[in-house]
Structures are given as C-alpha cells and as structure tokens.
C-alpha cells in the first residue's frame, strides 16, 4: 500500500474519531518537504559542489536550487552571495514518493538506529531531522560519495498543535523513538 493511499483511507479516518474534527479539512496533513544539504567552504571546488547537486537530484528526483550567504562572515570565510549549499522543496505526488521511499528503504539502512527523536518538533508543528551519510539512500552511489556530508530533512505539517503533527506521523509509520 502506498503512502498516499495510508493516509487517504486510514488516517484521515482516525485522526477524525481521535481528535473530534467536524470537518475532513480539519485534519492535518504534510504539504512539503525541504531537502537541505550545508556544504561551506567546499562550495568553492566545482567538483565537489557538481557531487552535492548531481546527488541531491538523484535522491529528490528534482533539481536543487543553490543557496547563497546573505552576508559576509571573515571568521568563516565566507563573502556575500557566496555558494553555501543546496536545496530542493518536494510537493505533491513527488513528496509522497520520497515519504515512501524514506520510510521503508532508507530508514532501515541506517546503521545503529534507534528511532526518531519526537523532541524534533518546532513550535508550529513541523519536524525536522538529518541524516549524516547520504550513502543510506539507494539512489546514491557509494564509490562517488566519498566526503559526503549529511542531509536535513523538514517536514512541513499544517496541524494546530504538535501532538496531532506527532499523531500523524506516528499514523504513516514513521520510526519514532517513544522518549519517557
């Protein structure tokens, strides 16, 4: 079963009975996910930044877009408008399919996983995460990835309140670690 249809026939269905909502509009659901990779100064080696791109598209199927620092840091030598990173927003039909594929291929290939931390909330209900080797998603390959950093993942929920935001991700099956 995708996770498309999970969510479409089964909780949509319990979040309504759990939380009482009126209204199927009510019911909160994810409407993006941003893919981020930080590269600092390896920006400045066109290599390496043509690695983090080519890699970033292969696990988002979309083409990343650059990020760029606002300002100048002398500290971290880092000027304005100076390439720090990449970025890809997911939307629709493709969002869903990197939920599917995030988690059940990628999520089990992690070495030494324990679970999510539900502590990755911020105030308006989104999670955020990271994964510190790209070499757990399939897309990538390993003898090119050497020196790879890690990826955050923000998953962007509309909900009122975090425990629904938790209830739901809980819903699609996502790992999370139960913190007492």
């Not at 105030?123 to 090119?144: A, L, M, P, R, W």
Request: net charge positive; with cysteine; proline share 2%.
């Amino acid at each position: 079963m995708s996770i498309l249809k999970l969510y479409k026939d089964y909780v949509i269905n319990n979040m309504m009975e759990k939380f009482n909502y009126k209204s199927i509009m009510e019911v909160p659901y994810i409407y993006k996910i941003t893919l981020n990779i930080g590269i600092g100064h390896l920006a400045s080696d066109k290599n390496i930044l043509n690695k983090y791109i080519k890699n970033i598209s292969l696990i988002s199927g979309q083409k990343p877009i650059l990020t760029k620092s606002k300002k100048s840091i002398s500290n971290f030598k880092i000027r304005e408008n100076f390439v720090i990173g990449c970025k890809v927003t997911l939307r629709k039909y493709n969002m869903w399919l990197f939920i599917d594929r995030l988690i059940y291929i990628t999520i089990p290939r992690i070495r030494d996983f324990k679970g999510l931390s539900i502590k990755s909330f911020d105030k308006f209900g989104n999670y955020n995460f990271g994964i510190k080797e790209q070499i757990v998603f399939t897309e990538v390959d390993y003898n090119e990835s050497n020196n790879m950093k890690g990826l955050d993942i923000c998953i962007s929920i509309k909900s009122k309140k975090i425990s629904e935001s938790l209830e739901l991700l809980k819903l699609l099956n996502f790992p999370l670690k139960i913190e007492n």
